[in-house]
């Protein structure tokens, strides 16, 4: 018997694709969960599971994440389907268990959706740090702060001039007040 599973993750979304798929495939029974695949618990796969129970038996999905939430829950998934004699077939990726080959592609692609599922989520996760960091004010750390430049020679008091910290500048005349004349010898 051919026994058809689908899932949608979030409610919004339409399982109407997956279904024709998996009744064009001959899908005599089509279970579908309207949930996360990181949930333990999806009661449409479990009935699933229950019905692709004897030698002989396939369970059909329309796409290989629909099924499992990791690499080593597809990987339990497809032992535990193996030891009741179960195949699995995976028809966008042209899987099928019941040959060495569809169990080695089985085992690459269900990596490579790992890889791209933890790709996604640090990508998540970085984008989520930076927002955070450009929205928060910038801590001043000591360490890597610019280094202090001293005060300019006009700024410094007689006591720092007296330290050796800079040679003060003369004062210069008001610029308003005129010139004196020029002396004369008399």
Not at 99 to 120: K, N, V
Request: charged share 25%; glycine share 8%.
């Amino acid at each position: 018997m051919r026994i058809g599973y689908g899932r949608v993750s979030a409610r919004d979304q339409h399982p109407e694709a997956q279904h024709d798929a998996l009744t064009a495939a001959g899908c005599e029974q089509i279970l579908t969960d309207k949930a996360s695949g990181k949930l333990a618990s999806r009661p449409e796969l479990d009935k699933a599971l229950l019905s692709a129970n004897r030698a002989g038996d396939q369970l059909v999905v329309s796409k290989l994440d629909r099924l499992g939430r990791s690499l080593e829950h597809l990987i339990q998934l497809s032992r535990e389907l193996e030891r009741r004699g179960v195949d699995l077939v995976v028809l966008d990726q042209g899987i099928d268990t019941s040959t060495a080959i569809g169990r080695m592609f089985f085992h690459i692609l269900g990596a490579i959706a790992e890889f791209e599922h933890a790709l996604m989520s640090e990508r998540t996760r970085d984008g989520l740090a930076a927002g955070a960091a450009a929205a928060a004010p910038a801590a001043r750390d000591p360490d890597s702060a610019p280094a202090r430049r001293p005060w300019p020679a006009r700024c410094t008091t007689n006591a720092t001039a007296a330290a050796g910290a800079a040679t003060p500048l003369p004062r210069s005349p008001p610029s308003s007040a005129s010139p004196a004349p020029p002396s004369t010898g008399t």
